[in-house]
């Protein structure tokens, strides 16, 4: 059965999700924008509405809802403004690992503890030498006494400087390659973690993007994820079920820029006729609409199939590559259609454009996205 009805309860999420953007981040988002500040008030609302920690199981503290859920709510968030989006989405995302592959007693304690004590989360993967060669990633965790010892350093991470726990992802046998890597829960607070440079962001610049250190951080043999071994495994399945949600907030920004460009064309007027009636702005407005629509299904499709546990990766690159590439198009044209005056801050499509860019390149690139599905083709035919 195909059903592309919202239920009750996804109705419910949508509006409350859209009260909230309208209500407490539409208004400030030109503030962060400017300043480049950590929208602290904001997250705590944010926390109070039960938005950030929604697609945690309930058991362990969280909302209990379900991806796709999750998928309509980021879409409203990042309609109003999508680097606070991610300060809100970032904390559950990163907890992912610990939802997939984390113990039953880690589940308790740390699942636990970050939605009752209302804890920050960021996911550690990215090093200056290892962006999307994720493979290839030098931080290290050798075992000594009884711990692991965790050395290394990770670049661009979102809530890097606001995070009360990291997700590590560490090898701990380079020899073995990405058969090495492992994955690791290390609380801000451990002695040697240190907080370095914060990126001066061309978009979404709300967001509080780091480097994070690790220097020679002990953890208990408890803070390992899963095996030794398997975090390259937690990483691609993270990104499986990360990756629809970054191409829903991707279609919230698209949704702002045609429903902005829309509003321009209809009130300016050029040659005597408001320029929505000429046919280049009118089938520019069209396909945005029409690339909207089809990213907001190939968003859902793949959040859909992460939740019913059927292997999304091929759906959930092919989400994330068009809608990265759809918002980067609608933005631009909605920059195109306000003119000059889309190119100044004065007017909201400016930010828009800025904040779309990083859409083709966190999660993995848009490049590496085609990757990803041009291998699932290449398997299936030979399979
Ligand atoms: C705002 C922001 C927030 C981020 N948040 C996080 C976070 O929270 N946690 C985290 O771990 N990381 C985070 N990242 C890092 C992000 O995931 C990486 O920037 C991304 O994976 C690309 O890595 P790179 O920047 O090293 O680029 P590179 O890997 O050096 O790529 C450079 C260019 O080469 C292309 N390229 C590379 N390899 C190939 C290939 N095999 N085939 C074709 N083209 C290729 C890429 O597509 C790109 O165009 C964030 C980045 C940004 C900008």
């Known amino acids: 059965m195909i059903d592309f009805s919202l239920t009750p309860e996804q109705e419910a999420i949508q509006k409350m999700a859209r009260e909230f953007a309208q209500k407490e981040i539409a208004p400030v988002a030109d503030e962060y924008d400017r300043s480049g500040e950590y929208p602290e008030a904001v997250v705590r609302k944010a926390f109070e509405a039960e938005l950030v920690y929604g697609s945690i199981p309930e058991e362990y503290g969280g909302g209990g809802v379900g991806a796709l859920d999750q998928l309509i709510a980021v879409e409203e968030l990042s309609a109003a403004c999508a680097g606070i989006s991610a300060c809100i989405a970032i904390n559950s995302l990163a907890a992912i690992p610990l939802v997939l592959r984390g113990s039953e007693e880690q589940k308790k304690k740390y699942l636990g503890t970050i939605c009752r004590e209302e804890k920050k989360m960021a996911l550690c993967v990215t090093e200056p030498e290892a962006g999307s060669d994720v493979a290839s990633i030098t931080t290290s965790a050798r075992k000594l006494n009884g711990e692991y010892v965790i050395s290394g350093s990770k670049c ?228």
């Open 156 to 383: 661009f991470i979102t809530n890097g400087g606001v995070a009360d726990y990291y997700i590590v992802f560490a090898s701990v046998d380079r020899s073995k390659g990405h058969r090495g890597i492992t994955a690791f829960i290390v609380p801000r607070e451990a002695e040697g973690v240190s907080v370095g440079k914060r990126e001066d962001k061309m978009g979404q610049r709300a967001a509080d993007t780091t480097d994070v250190s690790f220097d020679e951080v002990k953890v208990p043999l408890a803070a390992r994820i899963g095996e030794e071994g398997e975090g390259f495994r937690i990483i691609m399945q993270t990104f499986n079920h990360s990756r629809p949600g970054v191409a829903a907030s991707a279609v919230g920004v698209a949704r702002a820029a045609l429903d902005h460009a829309l509003n321009y064309s209809l009130q300016r007027s050029q040659f005597g006729i408001p320029i929505f009636m000429q046919q280049s702005i009118m089938f520019m407005l069209a396909d945005m609409a029409r690339d909207i629509t089809a990213g907001r299904l190939l968003a859902w499709k793949a959040g859909w199939m992460a939740e019913q546990g059927i292997d999304n990766s091929a759906e959930a690159a092919m989400a994330k590559v068009f809608c990265g590439d759809m918002v980067m198009r609608a933005t631009t044209d909605a920059v195109q259609v306000y003119g000059g005056y889309g190119y100044v801050k004065d007017y909201p499509v400016e930010k828009l454009m800025r904040d779309a860019k990083v859409f083709q390149i966190y999660e993995g690139t848009s490049q590496v996205q085609r990757l990803l599905i041009g291998r699932a083709l290449a398997k299936a035919k030979m399979s």
